[in-house]
Protein backbone atom coordinates (compact mmCIF):
# COMPACT_ATOMS: atom_id res chain seq x y z
CA UNK A 1 0.00 0.00 0.00
CA UNK A 2 1.30 3.63 -0.59
CA UNK A 3 2.69 5.90 1.45
CA UNK A 4 4.39 9.53 0.64
CA UNK A 5 6.79 11.35 2.86
CA UNK A 6 5.12 15.10 4.62
CA UNK A 7 6.72 17.03 7.17
CA UNK A 8 9.00 14.24 8.60
CA UNK A 9 6.18 11.74 8.54
CA UNK A 10 5.60 9.29 6.79
CA UNK A 11 1.75 9.51 5.48
CA UNK A 12 -0.20 5.53 4.99
CA UNK A 13 -3.36 5.26 2.67
CA UNK A 14 -5.37 2.48 0.89
CA UNK A 15 -6.97 2.57 -2.26
CA UNK A 16 -9.51 0.06 -3.17
CA UNK A 17 -11.66 -0.01 -6.55
CA UNK A 18 -12.34 2.39 -8.91
CA UNK A 19 -14.65 5.15 -10.25
CA UNK A 20 -14.81 8.80 -8.63
CA UNK A 21 -12.75 8.98 -5.73
CA UNK A 22 -14.15 8.96 -1.97
CA UNK A 23 -11.57 9.32 0.49
CA UNK A 24 -12.82 7.91 4.61
CA UNK A 25 -11.27 9.63 7.27
CA UNK A 26 -11.41 7.85 10.82
CA UNK A 27 -11.54 9.33 14.39
CA UNK A 28 -9.75 9.47 17.33
CA UNK A 29 -9.97 5.56 18.01
CA UNK A 30 -9.47 4.62 14.29
CA UNK A 31 -7.39 3.93 10.94
CA UNK A 32 -8.00 2.27 7.81
CA UNK A 33 -9.24 -0.67 9.41
CA UNK A 34 -11.81 0.89 11.01
CA UNK A 35 -13.23 1.52 7.65
CA UNK A 36 -14.08 -2.51 7.03
CA UNK A 37 -17.22 -2.47 6.50
CA UNK A 38 -17.65 0.43 4.12
CA UNK A 39 -14.78 -0.37 2.07
CA UNK A 40 -16.55 -4.01 -0.02
CA UNK A 41 -20.00 -1.99 0.12
CA UNK A 42 -18.11 1.42 -2.22
CA UNK A 43 -15.45 -0.04 -3.85
CA UNK A 44 -17.14 -1.43 -6.81
CA UNK A 45 -18.70 1.57 -7.00
CA UNK A 46 -15.83 4.27 -6.57
CA UNK A 47 -12.36 4.75 -5.61
CA UNK A 48 -12.15 4.63 -2.24
CA UNK A 49 -9.40 5.34 0.00
CA UNK A 50 -8.81 5.12 3.53
CA UNK A 51 -5.79 7.19 4.91
CA UNK A 52 -4.24 6.91 8.70
CA UNK A 53 -3.97 10.61 9.82
CA UNK A 54 -0.05 11.31 11.11
CA UNK A 55 0.25 9.54 14.55
CA UNK A 56 -1.77 6.84 13.34
CA UNK A 57 -0.98 3.15 12.98
CA UNK A 58 1.41 3.50 10.08
CA UNK A 59 1.28 6.62 9.32
CA UNK A 60 4.43 6.85 11.60
CA UNK A 61 5.83 10.54 12.55
CA UNK A 62 9.85 10.80 12.93
CA UNK A 63 11.52 11.26 17.14
CA UNK A 64 10.18 14.79 17.90
CA UNK A 65 7.39 15.36 15.97
CA UNK A 66 3.83 15.67 16.91
CA UNK A 67 0.72 14.50 15.47
CA UNK A 68 -1.33 17.74 15.48
CA UNK A 69 -4.58 18.50 13.66
CA UNK A 70 -3.02 21.78 12.21
CA UNK A 71 -1.32 19.18 9.80
CA UNK A 72 -4.36 17.18 8.97
CA UNK A 73 -5.68 19.18 5.32
CA UNK A 74 -2.63 19.87 4.42
CA UNK A 75 -1.53 15.82 4.68
CA UNK A 76 -4.79 15.01 3.13
CA UNK A 77 -4.21 17.65 0.30
CA UNK A 78 -0.88 15.69 -0.24
CA UNK A 79 -2.44 12.10 -0.38
CA UNK A 80 -5.13 13.49 -2.97
CA UNK A 81 -1.70 15.07 -5.19
CA UNK A 82 -0.03 11.69 -5.04
CA UNK A 83 -3.05 10.04 -6.85
CA UNK A 84 -3.68 12.95 -9.53
CA UNK A 85 -6.92 13.12 -7.36
CA UNK A 86 -8.38 17.07 -8.39
CA UNK A 87 -11.57 16.65 -6.16
CA UNK A 88 -12.87 13.93 -4.03
CA UNK A 89 -16.04 13.30 -1.95
CA UNK A 90 -14.55 13.14 1.64
CA UNK A 91 -16.32 10.82 4.44
CA UNK A 92 -15.01 12.21 8.01
CA UNK A 93 -15.74 10.31 11.23
CA UNK A 94 -15.20 12.47 14.62
CA UNK A 95 -11.18 13.45 14.14
CA UNK A 96 -11.40 13.04 10.82
CA UNK A 97 -13.58 16.19 10.35
CA UNK A 98 -10.28 18.21 11.43
CA UNK A 99 -8.65 17.23 8.19
CA UNK A 100 -11.99 17.58 5.97
CA UNK A 101 -14.00 20.24 7.11
CA UNK A 102 -10.74 22.89 6.80
CA UNK A 103 -9.74 21.41 3.03
CA UNK A 104 -13.31 22.18 2.28
CA UNK A 105 -13.08 25.50 3.50
CA UNK A 106 -9.92 26.64 2.07
CA UNK A 107 -9.79 24.55 -1.11
CA UNK A 108 -13.40 23.55 -1.52
CA UNK A 109 -12.31 23.00 -6.00
CA UNK A 110 -10.30 19.74 -4.06
CA UNK A 111 -13.63 18.77 -2.08
CA UNK A 112 -16.84 17.53 -4.34
CA UNK A 113 -18.79 16.62 -1.19
CA UNK A 114 -18.14 16.63 3.08
CA UNK A 115 -20.02 13.68 4.90
CA UNK A 116 -18.62 14.21 8.29
CA UNK A 117 -20.39 11.89 11.51
CA UNK A 118 -20.08 11.82 15.08
CA UNK A 119 -18.42 14.75 15.36
CA UNK A 120 -18.23 18.38 16.54
CA UNK A 121 -15.72 19.51 14.01
CA UNK A 122 -13.89 22.85 14.16
CA UNK A 123 -15.81 25.18 13.41
CA UNK A 124 -16.08 27.03 16.58
CA UNK A 125 -18.92 27.99 18.86
CA UNK A 126 -18.74 28.28 22.82
CA UNK A 127 -21.54 25.94 22.69
CA UNK A 128 -19.95 23.59 20.42
CA UNK A 129 -16.43 24.39 22.37
CA UNK A 130 -18.40 23.18 25.99
CA UNK A 131 -19.06 19.87 23.97
CA UNK A 132 -15.45 19.08 22.59
CA UNK A 133 -13.94 19.56 26.44
CA UNK A 134 -16.45 17.37 27.75
CA UNK A 135 -15.41 14.84 24.95
CA UNK A 136 -11.71 14.86 25.14
CA UNK A 137 -11.99 15.24 29.25
CA UNK A 138 -13.44 11.51 28.25
CA UNK A 139 -10.91 10.55 26.11
CA UNK A 140 -8.16 11.52 27.61
CA UNK A 141 -9.09 10.07 30.80
CA UNK A 142 -9.44 6.29 30.17
CA UNK A 143 -10.23 4.16 27.41
CA UNK A 144 -12.10 1.77 29.44
CA UNK A 145 -14.83 4.65 29.96
CA UNK A 146 -15.55 4.22 25.73
CA UNK A 147 -15.01 0.15 26.19
CA UNK A 148 -17.48 0.07 28.96
CA UNK A 149 -20.05 1.88 26.79
CA UNK A 150 -19.86 5.72 26.73
CA UNK A 151 -20.56 6.54 23.14
CA UNK A 152 -22.28 3.15 22.09
CA UNK A 153 -26.27 2.34 22.45
CA UNK A 154 -26.06 0.44 25.14
CA UNK A 155 -28.28 -2.53 23.38
CA UNK A 156 -24.74 -2.96 20.80
CA UNK A 157 -23.30 -2.81 24.39
CA UNK A 158 -24.80 -6.09 25.46
CA UNK A 159 -25.70 -7.96 22.85
CA UNK A 160 -22.78 -7.70 20.33
CA UNK A 161 -19.75 -7.86 22.90
CA UNK A 162 -17.65 -9.02 19.87
CA UNK A 163 -18.13 -4.95 17.89
CA UNK A 164 -16.97 -3.89 21.23
CA UNK A 165 -13.97 -6.06 21.02
CA UNK A 166 -12.93 -5.42 17.63
CA UNK A 167 -13.16 -1.50 17.98
CA UNK A 168 -10.95 -1.74 21.07
CA UNK A 169 -8.21 -4.10 19.53
CA UNK A 170 -8.08 -1.52 16.43
CA UNK A 171 -7.49 1.25 18.76
CA UNK A 172 -4.50 -0.65 20.83
CA UNK A 173 -2.97 -0.11 16.96
CA UNK A 174 -2.53 3.65 17.15
CA UNK A 175 0.13 5.44 19.47
CA UNK A 176 -1.44 7.72 22.12
CA UNK A 177 -3.16 10.92 21.29
CA UNK A 178 -3.42 14.30 22.50
CA UNK A 179 -7.10 15.02 22.14
CA UNK A 180 -7.15 18.38 23.40
CA UNK A 181 -5.20 19.93 20.56
CA UNK A 182 -8.37 19.67 19.04
CA UNK A 183 -9.09 22.89 20.99
CA UNK A 184 -6.03 24.82 20.24
CA UNK A 185 -6.51 28.54 18.83
CA UNK A 186 -4.98 27.59 15.71
CA UNK A 187 -7.86 24.83 14.46
CA UNK A 188 -10.75 27.14 15.03
CA UNK A 189 -12.70 27.72 11.95
CA UNK A 190 -14.88 31.04 12.75
CA UNK A 191 -17.79 31.80 11.10
CA UNK A 192 -16.04 34.99 9.25
CA UNK A 193 -13.75 31.72 7.78
CA UNK A 194 -16.70 29.85 6.13
CA UNK A 195 -18.44 32.84 4.45
CA UNK A 196 -19.36 31.84 0.81
CA UNK A 197 -19.19 28.22 1.92
CA UNK A 198 -21.00 26.07 -0.83
CA UNK A 199 -19.72 22.38 -0.65
CA UNK A 200 -22.43 19.97 -0.01
CA UNK A 201 -22.19 19.20 3.19
CA UNK A 202 -24.25 16.79 5.66
CA UNK A 203 -23.66 16.51 9.35
CA UNK A 204 -24.46 12.87 11.07
CA UNK A 205 -25.07 11.72 14.57
CA UNK A 206 -26.50 9.23 16.83
CA UNK A 207 -29.41 9.54 18.69
CA UNK A 208 -27.03 7.53 21.62
CA UNK A 209 -24.02 9.67 21.29
CA UNK A 210 -23.34 10.48 24.75
CA UNK A 211 -19.57 10.85 24.09
CA UNK A 212 -20.83 13.86 22.33
CA UNK A 213 -24.36 14.36 22.99
CA UNK A 214 -27.07 13.10 20.72
CA UNK A 215 -27.98 16.92 19.67
CA UNK A 216 -24.35 18.02 18.51
CA UNK A 217 -24.29 17.38 15.17
CA UNK A 218 -27.37 19.30 14.83
CA UNK A 219 -25.86 22.61 16.65
CA UNK A 220 -22.80 22.03 14.14
CA UNK A 221 -25.17 22.03 11.01
CA UNK A 222 -26.13 25.46 11.90
CA UNK A 223 -22.20 26.95 11.71
CA UNK A 224 -21.70 25.64 8.60
CA UNK A 225 -23.46 27.62 5.44
CA UNK A 226 -26.25 24.88 3.97
CA UNK A 227 -25.10 22.03 5.89
CA UNK A 228 -27.69 19.07 6.20
CA UNK A 229 -28.26 16.69 8.91
CA UNK A 230 -29.30 13.21 9.68
CA UNK A 231 -29.58 11.74 12.64
CA UNK A 232 -29.48 7.86 13.20
CA UNK A 233 -31.70 6.71 15.36
CA UNK A 234 -30.35 3.23 17.08
CA UNK A 235 -26.91 4.23 17.13
CA UNK A 236 -24.08 6.31 18.88
CA UNK A 237 -21.10 7.67 17.97
CA UNK A 238 -19.65 5.68 15.56
CA UNK A 239 -22.15 4.60 13.51
CA UNK A 240 -20.03 3.27 10.46
CA UNK A 241 -18.80 0.75 13.18
CA UNK A 242 -22.22 -0.14 14.89
CA UNK A 243 -24.64 -0.07 12.17
CA UNK A 244 -22.68 -0.34 8.49
CA UNK A 245 -26.28 -0.89 6.93
CA UNK A 246 -27.64 2.00 8.10
CA UNK A 247 -24.96 4.16 7.77
CA UNK A 248 -23.66 3.19 4.40
CA UNK A 249 -27.59 3.52 2.67
CA UNK A 250 -27.31 6.96 3.99
CA UNK A 251 -23.78 7.56 3.19
CA UNK A 252 -24.89 6.08 -0.49
CA UNK A 253 -27.79 8.05 -1.22
CA UNK A 254 -25.62 11.62 -0.10
CA UNK A 255 -23.07 10.45 -2.95
CA UNK A 256 -25.65 9.60 -5.25
CA UNK A 257 -26.72 13.60 -4.81
CA UNK A 258 -23.76 15.16 -5.17
CA UNK A 259 -21.00 12.77 -7.47
CA UNK A 260 -20.43 11.41 -10.74
CA UNK A 261 -21.08 7.53 -10.59
CA UNK A 262 -18.53 5.94 -12.22
CA UNK A 263 -16.25 8.77 -13.40
CA UNK A 264 -12.63 9.37 -12.43
CA UNK A 265 -10.97 12.59 -11.61
CA UNK A 266 -8.27 13.72 -13.66
Not at 176 to 201: I, N, Q, R, W
Amino acid sequence: MPTIQRNDTTLYYEVHGAGYPVVFVHGGGGNTMAFYQQVPHFRDRYQVITVDLRGFKQSVCAPGVVSHPIDYPDDLRAILDAENISSAALVCQSLGAWAGLPLAVRNPERVSCLFINGSPTPAYSEKNWQTLRRATGIFNDTAAKRDAGIGWNRRTVRERPEVMFLYSQIKQLNPGFDSTSMMDDCVKLHPEDMAGYKVPTMIAGGSHDDFLNPESHLHVATLIPGAASHTFPDTGHSTYFEDADAFNQVLDAFLSRHVTRGVAAS
